[in-house]
């Protein structure tokens, strides 16, 4: 169906910048939505950054000013933030709605996820 790589993933000190990608593959008809979510440890999944194939953003509050998403084609998203401190750490999952070739449906897919760790 598709799947989603993440990378860039680490440990960084506080005020630090680092940069996430994402590339999907497989039998892809078309995707409406990539981005990225964020899980910390003891808390539910939260929104980070999303982008539509028309180029429509929408950020989480707590990432607005830091975080920089973007595209450099259909299947291929980035994450860039800075000024990180300790409450970033979590685990950073690409997000799809995606449509394959064989189906008629719009679903969602999820990357298997890139630990980020923020620390002195």
């Known amino acids: 169906q598709v799947q989603l790589v993440e990378s860039g993933g680490g440990s960084v000190q506080p005020g630090g910048s680092l940069r996430l990608s994402c590339a999907a593959s497989?039998?892809?008809?078309?995707?409406?939505?990539m981005g990225w979510y964020r899980q910390a440890t003891g808390k539910q999944r939260e929104l980070v950054a999303i982008?539509?194939?028309?180029?429509?953003i929408t950020y989480a509050d707590s990432v607005k000013g830091r975080g920089t998403i973007s595209k450099d084609n259909a299947k291929n998203v980035y994450l860039q933030m800075s000024s990180l401190n300790s409450e970033d750490t979590a685990v950073y999952y690409c997000?799809?709605?995606?449509?394959?070739?064989?189906?008629?449906?719009?679903?969602?897919?999820w990357g298997q996820g890139t630990q980020v760790t923020v620390s002195s």
């Open positions: 997000f799809a709605v995606a449509k394959v070739s064989s189906t008629s449906l719009f679903r969602n897919f």
């Open positions: 497989g039998s892809i008809f078309a995707i409406n939505v």
């Open positions: 982008i539509s194939s028309s180029g429509t």
